[in-house]
């Protein structure tokens, strides 16, 4: 508009100059010869001019000519000069533009929310702000601002009032002070920059989709009218601010969830495992790498098949088949360890597809059953080992009862014999029988305990138990074995607690331990003779029992193999004691039927004591 009005009134100023000039020269050629000029437009039409006339007319050309490019010369540089404006101020444009491309790419490129902020502020350009931004989102607490020097700090720097705040909250819009001086709802705290006497303000909101979620600041030190389009400028940086904080708010919320998931598998009891559609390795948690014994990395890459031997892997073919096909399954699966030993597992195994449908590979979670494998393997092994050891038993039992039968009989005619019954007997015959006799006795006890033991092991043993009188049995037991104790100069002692008369027990098993216990104790007291002691006390809910000798003691290193069968701890003690090293074997499973225990305490030299419990009160069924 300005611009039209320019070239009007130039127009106008060139006419006029022209008229004048023409005018001028009109008066110069009346003055040279009035009379003759008339004539010259009535008369002399063919005249040629004189040569002052000529002259005139020229040097008026050229005047006029000179005027012209003069002014022609006067637009151009106006021109350029216009032009260079409207250049500065595309100029201006197209970094605004840019500022807020480069804003937007780091919005995009997920840097974290505060360096995006501090990015917002860097790039409000100087000749805007001049001299301090701020920016504040209190929902992520976040405030940072720029100082004149170009600093940043991340401090709150100013505070607006109540009602300006609400402003920026319900009206979304802009406010601008002239004079910071007479606006007390602007409040500048920061000491860095109260010294800096800023005059004018001007506050945007951030606003995203329809909610304010914080204020850009800008305050220059010279009082300053904004301008629509400095205004316009700024809230569009103001909003660019918002998607950033918005959009890196949902990444960092993002990134925490994806974090957590990430532990989750990392951390997870089960192995997982994916794999792309070809059956290779896109993934393994350090879960599944180590159930291998392999690294992590060195699984990715490997097709499946590498972790199996070749029987496995015909199954593993048929699986993948199925995954392709959609089907998701759990299965018991072998794979084979780094070192070559089989791992046990449960799969459950999922087809991933793409968003075209196309198969993209499995997902398979793994749980290790190596050891329920095991478990199970041992728990068949062992009810087999029971099964072979309860037959055994079951034709000890069978044919000790066989044996015993004829035993008994040879016994029982050898006695008559040794009576007499079959006549006087020589002393070679006397001496035979008498070995038939002590052999055959040896025989029948070996049986009695055979029979015994098998028949616990085989589960035949039924215990009596009733109400037992507690020193009744025990004096019954030394009575058995006073005659032998005394044959060893043995001195038998008591020691029972009054308070324990009963126990639920079967009366005839608690004499058998007993008399076993005492047995040995006299059979492996010192020649010189000792002191053995039976002592019956109540702890807990059980009654102790134990036998005590001053004998030839126990080595420590034999005390584990007391209690097993046929076990006698040195060489020749058959010979020199007797027995078969069935006794204490006998005594544990008696003792343990009853839902006691037996142990021994020993000093080599010095003597053991043997100790069985039994519960005071047998449990009802
Ligand atoms: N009181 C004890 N003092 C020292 N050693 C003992 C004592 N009791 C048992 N032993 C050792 O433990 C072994 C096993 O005892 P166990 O009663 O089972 O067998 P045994 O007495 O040799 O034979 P059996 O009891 O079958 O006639 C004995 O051979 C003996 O070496
Ligand atoms: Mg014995």
């Known amino acids: 508009m300005k611009e039209r009005t320019n070239h009007v009134s130039r127009a106008k100023q060139d006419l006029l100059i022209i008229f004048v000039f023409g005018i001028l020269v009109f008066f110069i050629l009346a003055q040279v010869d009035l009379d003759e000029t008339l004539d010259k437009i009535y008369y002399t039409k063919y005249k040629i001019w004189s040569l002052v006339e000529t002259a005139v007319l020229f040097s008026f050309f050229g005047f006029a000519f000179i005027i012209y490019s003069y002014r022609r010369i006067k637009e151009t540089k106006y021109a350029l000069l216009q032009r260079a404006q409207a250049d500065g101020m595309v100029q201006q444009q197209l970094m605004r533009i840019r500022t807020l491309q480069s804003i937007d790419s780091k919005i995009l490129s997920d840097v974290p929310m505060r360096d995006i902020l501090k990015t917002v502020i860097e790039n409000v350009p100087m000749e805007l702000s001049g001299d301090v931004v701020a920016i504040g989102v209190p929902d992520y607490g976040m405030s940072f601002a720029r100082l004149p020097s170009g600093d940043i700090i991340e401090e709150d720097i100013l505070s607006v009032s109540e009602d300006m705040a609400e402003w920026f909250e319900k009206q979304k819009e802009t406010i601008a002070v002239y004079d910071l001086a007479f606006e007390p709802r602007v409040k500048i705290f920061s000491e860095r920059i109260q010294n800096l006497k800023l005059a004018s303000y001007l506050g945007v909101p951030m606003v995203l989709r329809n909610r304010t979620i914080g204020v850009m600041h800008l305050l220059t030190r010279n009082s300053k009218d904004f301008a629509k389009e400095d205004i316009d400028f700024f809230t569009a940086l103001a909003g660019q601010a918002a998607i950033a904080v918005e959009r890196s708010g949902t990444i960092e919320a993002l990134r925490e969830s994806e974090e957590k998931y990430r532990t989750f598998i990392e951390t997870a009891n089960e192995g997982i495992w994916t794999l792309d559609a070809s059956g290779k390795t896109n993934y393994v948690n350090s879960m599944m790498a180590q159930m291998l014994g392999y690294t992590e990395e060195e699984m990715v890459g490997r097709h499946i098949?590498?972790?199996?031997?070749?029987?496995?892997?015909?199954?593993?073919?048929?699986?993948?088949?199925?995954?392709?096909?959609?089907?998701?399954?759990?299965?018991?699966?072998?794979?084979?360890?780094?070192?070559?030993?089989?791992?046990?597992?449960?799969?459950?195994?999922?087809?991933?597809?793409?968003?075209l449908g196309q198969y993209n590979g499995a997902l398979k979670m793994v749980t290790d059953i190596t050891e329920r494998k095991r478990a199970e393997e041992l728990r068949i092994e062992k009810e087999q080992l029971e099964y072979a050891s309860r037959a055994k038993s079951e034709f000890l039992a069978n044919m000790s009862h066989e044996l015993r039968t004829p035993l008994n009989s040879i016994l029982g005619f050898s006695q008559l014999m040794n009576d007499g019954a079959a006549g006087e007997l020589n002393e070679k015959q006397k001496h035979f029988i008498d070995n038939i006799i002590k052999g055959g006795t040896f025989l029948l006890n070996l049986i009695n305990d055979i029979l015994d033991l098998s028949k616990v092991e085989a589960g035949k043993i039924v215990l009596n138990v009733e109400k037992m009188p507690v020193p009744a049995v025990i004096d019954e037991a030394i009575t058995l074995i006073k005659e032998k104790a005394m044959k060893h100069n043995i001195n038998i002692k008591k020691e029972i607690d009054p308070e324990l008369k009963f126990i639920d027990a079967d009366k005839q098993r608690v004499k058998q331990i007993l008399f076993n216990l005492l047995s040995n104790a006299v059979k492996f007291s010192k020649e010189s003779g000792g002191t053995v002691i039976i002592s019956v006390k109540k702890e807990g809910d059980m009654a102790e029992i134990s036998v005590s000798d001053t004998g030839i003691g126990i080595k420590p290193e034999s005390m584990g193999k007391l209690f097993q069968k046929f076990e006698q701890l040195e060489r020749g003690i058959s010979e020199k004691y007797g027995g078969t090293g069935l006794g204490l074997a006998i005594c544990r499973q008696l003792a343990e039927l009853h839902g006691g225990r037996i142990w021994a305490e020993s000093k080599y030299g010095e003597g053991s004591t043997f100790t069985f419990t039994i519960p005071l009160e047998a449990k009802k069924e």
Do not use: C, H
């Open 305 to 355: 098949f590498d972790f199996m031997d070749k029987e496995a892997r015909i199954e593993a073919e048929k699986n993948l088949e199925r995954r392709k096909q959609g089907t998701i399954a759990t299965y018991d699966f072998r794979f084979s360890r780094k070192d070559g030993t089989d791992l046990w597992t449960i799969v459950a195994s999922n087809p991933i597809f793409d968003k």
